[in-house]
Nanobody, 124 residues
Framework: QVQLVESGGGLVQAGGSLRLSCAAS????????MGWFRQAPGNEREFVAA????????YYADSVKGRFTSSRDNAKNMVYLQMNSLKPEDTAVYYC?????????????????WGQGTQVTVSS
């Protein structure tokens, strides 16, 4: 079992930055690939970023590539999403998720542990 708690969301002006954090419980954090997803009102939850178990590989949706960076600290059971050059269309609830699956990039279904989400609002 993995429990995930996101933090760091808030209100920011377009062009600004936010750093989301996700704290994971359990002693086996390094066995899980981690993903970031977001869901805007009326939209489906969509893939944003994923990071491998070691942190050596990262994957991003085209809409955030070059602006968002995911990292993790396995010693602290933490994963991060640095979001720069934010746009109003980035407004959504952001979720972190964990999966033990070997398939974890660009897809939602392998993820079986989810946080409660944190709201990110970007004003124009």
């Amino acid at each position: 079992q993995v429990q995930l708690v996101e933090s760091g969301g808030g209100l920011v002006q377009a062009g600004g930055s936010l750093r989301l954090s996700c704290a994971a419980s359990g002693r086996t954090f390094s066995l899980y690939a981690m993903g970031w997803f977001r869901q805007a009102p009326g939209n489906e939850r969509e893939f944003v970023a994923a990071i491998s178990r070691s942190g050596g590989s990262t994957y991003y949706a085209d809409s955030v590539k070059g602006r968002f960076t995911s990292s993790r600290d396995n010693a602290k059971n933490m994963v991060y999403l640095q979001m720069n050059s934010l746009k109003p269309e980035d407004t959504a609830v952001y979720y972190c998720a964990a999966t033990a699956s070997a398939t974890y990039a660009y897809v939602k279904t392998p993820y079986n542990y989810w946080g409660q989400g944190t709201q990110v609002t970007v004003s124009s």
